[in-house]
């Protein structure tokens, strides 16, 4: 037996056709007058005929409204669309789901992400964790929400073009050979993390904290970092080109073969920084406003240096 409910559901999925589920919902509606009707006494039998009529006529009328209330045609439209569009990503869904199968772990979620090509997506609530790898992947326009990634996992040789990453939390992760378009990075948390040979373009952080970490042969380009905190931690051969640091912190870290050029510094605090000098530390064009220091190894230098634009290295 068929309701009216799931005759217009099936309209809707793009399953039936309005003649057809027109037809269906005439012949169920009589089909149930009579099996309530035989069920009835006697008295009720010679009325049959004219009931028939008229639930007929008042059906049809029902329906006529129903099509003027609700485009079912538009319906149809939208939902094969739909199912257009859920067939064309199957093979990446199936992907995941393969994935997420073979890898979910006892503790939390921790999948492989390999060979993805994933466009206007979401990942909320994602945990990386126990040796899983994130890696060959293409993500444009998506969204990272609450991912912890953590415990020796890594992410590698991957694309992410207009990404946004917030509330994400990186500890003990390789983020390695990987490159980043329009990304922004906020209220991003890094602890005993390497990111080595990277490359961030018209990319922008934002209160971001990175602590006991290791930066190496990374290059940023033309992006912006504003409340940033680094401490504890080594950077090592990385370009900042047209980059712009705004209410920056840096403590504690050592800096190595370091170039910067046309790049701008506002209210930036510099604290007990470590200069090694045996590669060239380079800085060129660079603007500061505001710029303090604190108890820093050679601070003297590395002030001079950027007051000091047309010097292009120091030894």
């Known amino acids: 037996m068929f309701e009216l409910d799931s005759i217009l559901k099936a309209v ?3 399953k039936m056709d309005v003649e057809k589920a027109r037809l269906l919902i005439e012949k169920n ?8 009707n035989k069920g009835d006494s006697d008295s009720y039998s010679n009325n049959f005929d004219i009931q028939k009529e008229e639930s007929q006529e008042g059906l049809k009328t029902a ?7 609700v485009n079912l045609e538009e319906l149809l439209k939208i939902s094969s669309n739909l199912v257009q569009q859920i067939s064309e990503n199957m093979p990446q869904i199936e992907k995941i789901q393969e994935n997420i199968s073979s890898n979910f772990q006892p503790i939390g979620f921790s999948p492989n992400i390999v060979g993805l090509d994933a466009k206007l997506s979401v990942f909320r609530a994602l945990h990386v964790s126990s040796d899983s790898q994130v890696k060959e992947n293409q993500v444009v326009g998506s969204q990272w929400f609450g991912v912890d990634f953590s415990d020796h996992s890594e992410v590698r040789n991957n694309k992410f073009t207009a990404v946004q990453f917030s509330e994400l939390a990186v500890i003990k992760t390789d983020f390695c050979l990987s490159t980043y378009s329009l990304a922004r990075l906020s209220n991003v948390t890094l602890q005993e993390a390497r990111l080595e040979n990277n490359k961030f373009s018209r990319t922008t952080f934002s209160d971001v904290s990175i602590f006991e970490s290791d930066f190496t042969e990374n290059q940023l380009i033309k992006s912006d970092f504003s409340e940033l905190t680094i401490k504890t931690s080594r950077l090592t051969r990385i370009n900042f080109n047209s980059v712009d640091f705004s209410d920056c912190e ?7 073969g370091i170039e910067f050029e046309n790049c701008k510094f506002k209210e930036c605090l510099f604290t007990k920084l470590h200069l090694v000098l045996s590669q060239p530390i380079k800085i060129s064009g660079c603007n500061c406003v505001g710029k303090n220091f604190q108890g820093c190894q050679t601070a003297e230098e590395f002030l001079e240096l950027i007051n000091s634009p047309h010097i292009d290295s120091r030894h």
């Open 12 to 14: 809707a999925k793009g």
């Open 29 to 36: 509606y009589v089909l149930k007058k009579t099996n309530r």
């Open 63 to 69: 329906f006529e409204k129903l099509k003027k209330t």
């Open 250 to 256: 840096f403590e504690d870290c050592d800096i190595q």
